[in-house]
């Protein structure tokens, strides 16, 4: 805490935790200057919790397990999940924020699976800090998969659909 006033860091302290849950982020990170040499870093995180969509969505690399080599033998083999953000037609969030994946509400989205794109033609929105960022398709092609819903918060780097 500061030797300024600690009844006014706890206050910032609750005000950034409540922006942090009002706003549905996950970690929020600032630097309160009160001169050259007094300030306050103060950083709030909210632990994630996992919601399971009906289209599931890898998000973390698959865990590997040992298993002994009589009970591989008998196991059948297994499928192997693809990771979206690693095919080479992914396109992924610039950004930090909400998808929206047409205009406005109501409207017909910007693309649907199977819908023929131009590089340059826009495919989403991301809003991120009331602002809205259109973001176009990297290549020309065709929609193979649409991985974000509308509405969704979204990370940096996010696989969002696949333009193949």
Same mark, same amino acid.
């Given at each position: 805490?500061?030797?300024?006033?600690?009844?006014?860091?706890?206050?910032?302290?609750?005000?950034?935790?409540?922006?942090?849950?009002?706003?549905?982020?996950?970690?929020?990170?600032?630097?309160?200057?009160?001169?050259?040499?007094?300030?306050?870093?103060?950083?709030?995180?909210?632990?994630?919790?996992?919601?399971?969509? +009906? +289209?599931?969505?890898?998000?973390? +690399?698959?865990?590997?397990?040992? /298993?002994?080599?009589?009970?591989?033998?008998?196991?059948? /083999?297994?499928?192997?999940?693809?990771?979206?953000?690693?095919?080479?037609?992914? /396109?992924?969030?610039?950004?930090?924020?909400?998808?929206?994946?047409?205009?406005?509400?109501?409207?017909?989205?910007?693309?649907?699976?199977?819908?023929? /794109?131009?590089?340059?033609?826009?495919?989403?929105?991301?809003?991120?800090?009331?602002?809205?960022?259109?973001?176009?398709?990297?290549?020309?092609?065709?929609?193979?998969?649409?991985?974000?819903?509308?509405?969704?918060?979204?990370?940096?780097?996010?696989?969002?659909?696949?333009?193949?």
């Amino acid at each position: 805490m500061s030797k300024n006033s600690p009844d006014a860091d706890v206050a910032f302290i609750s005000a950034l935790a409540e922006l942090l849950n009002k706003n549905d982020l996950t970690e929020l990170s600032v630097k309160r200057e009160y001169g050259e040499r007094d300030s306050l870093d103060v950083k709030v995180v909210k632990k994630a919790t996992v919601v399971q969509m +009906a +289209a599931p969505v890898m998000q973390m +690399a698959p865990q590997v397990h040992a /298993v002994p080599v009589a009970q591989a033998a008998a196991a059948p /083999v297994a499928a192997v999940v693809e990771d979206p953000a690693q095919h080479p037609g992914a /396109v992924t969030s610039p950004m930090v924020g909400t998808v929206y994946l047409s205009a406005e509400p109501g409207a017909a989205p910007f693309v649907s699976v199977g819908a023929t /794109v131009a590089e340059g033609q826009t495919v989403l929105i991301i809003e991120a800090m009331k602002t809205m960022n259109h973001i176009p398709a990297p290549r020309a092609g065709t929609v193979r998969r649409i991985l974000a819903a509308d509405g969704q918060a979204v990370e940096y780097g996010a696989p969002l659909m696949i333009i193949e």
